[in-house]
């Protein structure tokens, strides 16, 4: 029994998310948008495998309006109630692909236990709609609770400009990685219409929105640049709070990366570097 690839991939990055401790019991949700070749191959790919292809009597599950420009689009989905722990175990249980209709979705093979989609289904559909208006190869939306962001925004109230130049200038790698910068929102309830409609407007300008008190959720053209930005971010924020740890002085009171060391990095990588054009000192936080 052999799986697509979307499939062996997903199962290998919410364990490995997991393992960093990112995705404590049901946290963390992710989805991927199938190509269109895969998308025309799903009942051939699943025959055989502990999927069920569900070929008719599809019934459309009312969630909210789909921007029509993502009408049609297949995407594989993590369940409400999946445990990234386990769900290599029984993707079949904890992943579904699901058909967006102009209203929500249908469901199209998996789920065989009928679970649903994550609670955080608005945002998946606005976070893919947003995303795909600026880049037609995008297809990965993952969020989970990396640790040493959520810390971050527990210590202080970041901003998208704080945030941003904070791990800028504590890991050369950091803007090479996300030069785009990360947009923060102010906590929000989860699992609400209101937190996927402020997170896709952030996505118009963004790949990486971090949710105050909460979490993560990246986008990528496939599973590894999802992981990685959030990997990239989450070791900036780690090494920020050792450093202010460590010293016992504010982050800008040691040895870190300039404004013109990053608009150095920024001229080579040919990218116009946000916040970076104020002179004035990055502010003490
Ligand atoms: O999937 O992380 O934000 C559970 C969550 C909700
Ligand atoms: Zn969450």
């Known amino acids: 029994m052999t799986y697509p690839d979307y499939i062996y991939e ?6 490995d998310m997991w393992n960093k401790g990112w995705d404590e019991y049901n946290g963390g949700n992710v989805s991927y948008r199938l190509t269109k070749e895969e998308a025309s191959s ?3 790919d699943f025959a055989g495998t502990s999927y069920t292809y569900y070929a008719e009597n599809r019934k459309e599950v009312e969630v909210l309006d789909v921007p029509e420009h993502i009408q049609g689009e297949y995407l594989l989905i993590t369940a409400s109630g999946s445990h990234f722990r386990t769900l290599c175990l029984q993707p079949h249980v904890d992943t579904g692909i699901i058909q967006l209709t102009p209203k929500g979705y249908q469901v199209v093979a998996g789920f065989v236990t009928g679970k649903r989609p994550t609670s955080e289904i608005f945002m998946h559909v606005l976070a893919h709609a947003a995303r795909l208006k600026v880049d037609t190869n995008h297809r990965v939306v993952i969020h989970n609770h990396a640790t040493n962001i959520v810390i971050y925004s527990l210590l202080d109230e970041v901003t998208s400009e704080s945030l ?3 791990l800028w200038s504590v890991l050369t790698e950091s803007i090479v990685v996300f030069h785009d910068g990360i947009a923060v929102l102010p906590w929000e309830v989860p699992g609400t219409k209101l937190i996927g409609e ?16 909460h979490g993560v959720l ?3 053209r496939n599973y590894q640049d999802g992981f990685g930005l959030i990997e990239t971010a989450d070791k900036a924020a780690h090494i920020a709070l050792e450093l202010k740890r460590v010293s016992g002085k504010s982050l800008y009171e040691n040895n870190v990366l300039s404004k013109s ?3 150095k990095v920024c001229d080579v990588l040919g990218v116009e570097g946000k916040y970076l054009n104020d002179e004035t000192i990055i502010s003490q936080s």
Do not use: M
């Open 10 to 15: 997903l199962c290998h990055v919410t364990y």
């Open 42 to 44: 799903i009942e051939a």
């Open 164 to 166: 941003t130049l904070d």
């Open 198 to 213: 402020d997170t896709a407007r952030e996505l118009e300008t963004h790949r990486l929105v971090v949710w105050s008190k």
């Open 218 to 220: 990246s986008t990528g």
């Open 261 to 263: 060391d990053l608009k």
